[in-house]
């Protein structure tokens, strides 16, 4: 007995982490969870020899807190939340890949007659602040020569409460995130003037990427598995998503071709891109620059060692 229960533990010391425990991985609603619900539902992860433990989180802040107290080993979110993450809790969170990209964007009124951003000078615009399309708005308005501060009336809006304030002309413009950017085009007749690249990234605890590189490593092939599910069976898997946030289905395929990483005729190559690594440190520089980060953030600590 003695020897069988010896060679049990020698057994189980021999598996890799991966098999030992599951990876903890949370995720929010919005387009950067498609991916991983499609991993979910299709079970890819388990092809790969791991097992997963699937968090859904309504919005990114809830999901963030959990990852700062341990309680998430990856979290799929995009570049603000990790810089807000990075200037409070340096060196914990490391990027292990990107996951391409939606978008945001400037929707007004169909009858108005705002046709660029140049156009809002004066008016209130409606944006989540602390939120990655807030940053971007912050530099286009200066780019055209609009102060922040002076010469926009920002309101701070929650997300969900976006489309109201368009409705009812409490803002004149909003920034909002697809799907509901296409949502209120068809719905509403809105228009959109403006609209820029909602970049997602992978993060890991540090200490879990240490211990676990092999299931990170996994983790990243069955993304991009994932991935190439969409691409190839594009309605099944708008289908699964659509019921995931309610949307129907064609909205979410429509949607789903703004990620390069799905509309490419090539197959994905996940994990850090040179143009990652750079696309990152610009925003850390940017988020302190406006003072969405009142710390500043160590990009090159972002990213596993080369």
């Known amino acids: 007995m003695t020897r069988i229960l010896a060679l049990a533990i020698a057994l189980l010391l021999s598996l890799p982490a991966s098999a030992q425990e599951k990876l903890r991985?949370?995720?929010?609603?919005?387009?950067?969870?498609?991916?991983?619900?499609?991993?979910?539902?299709?079970?890819?992860?388990?092809?790969?020899?791991?097992?997963v433990e699937y968090s859904f989180f309504q919005n990114g802040p809830p999901m963030m807190e959990a990852f700062a107290a341990g309680?998430?080993?990856?979290?799929?979110?995009?570049?603000?939340?990790?810089?807000?993450?990075?200037?409070r809790l340096p060196g914990q969170a490391v990027i292990v890949s990107g996951l391409g990209n939606s978008s945001y964007g400037v929707l007004v009124k169909g009858e108005t007659s705002y046709a660029k951003l140049a156009d809002l000078k004066g008016k209130r615009i409606a944006v989540s602040f602390g939120s990655d399309s807030h940053l971007d708005l912050l530099i286009s308005l200066a780019e055209e020569g609009i102060?922040?501060?002076?010469?926009?009336?920002?309101?701070?809006?929650?997300?969900?409460?976006?489309?109201?304030?368009l409705d009812k002309n409490h803002a004149d413009a909003i920034l909002i995130r697809q799907p509901q950017v296409l949502r209120l085009q068809q719905t509403s007749g809105a228009r959109l003037i403006k609209s820029w690249p909602h970049t997602y990234v992978v993060?890991?605890?540090?200490?879990?990427?240490d211990k676990h590189p092999d299931a990170v490593k996994q983790l990243v092939g069955a993304l991009a598995d994932s991935v190439a599910f969409i691409r190839s069976r594009p309605e099944e898997a708008a289908q699964w998503f659509g019921d995931k946030l309610r949307l129907d289905a064609a909205?979410?395929?429509?949607?789903?071709?703004?990620?390069?990483?799905i509309?490419?005729?090539?197959?994905?190559?996940?994990?850090?891109?040179?143009?990652?690594?750079?696309?990152?440190?610009?925003?850390?520089?940017?988020?302190?620059k406006w003072g969405l980060i009142k710390t500043k953030v160590d990009a090159d600590r972002l990213f596993p060692p080369q």
Not at 30 to 40: A, K, P
Not at 267 to 287: F, I, K, Y
């Open 25 to 51: 991985l949370g995720y929010p609603a919005g387009m950067n969870g498609q991916i991983v619900t499609i991993l979910e539902k299709a079970q890819l992860a388990q092809t790969r020899g791991l097992e």
């Open 71 to 87: 309680q998430l080993d990856i979290a799929v979110t995009s570049l603000m939340p990790l810089a807000t993450f990075a200037a």
């Open 147 to 165: 102060d922040p501060a002076r010469d926009v009336e920002l309101l701070n809006i929650q997300p969900a409460e976006l489309p109201v304030a």
């Open 203 to 209: 993060l890991a605890q540090a200490s879990y990427l």
């Open 251 to 261: 909205t979410v395929k429509q949607v789903s071709y703004e990620n390069p990483l």
């Open 263 to 288: 509309a490419s005729s090539h197959q994905a190559e996940l994990g850090v891109t040179p143009q990652l690594r750079t696309a990152t440190q610009d925003w850390m520089a940017a988020a302190l």
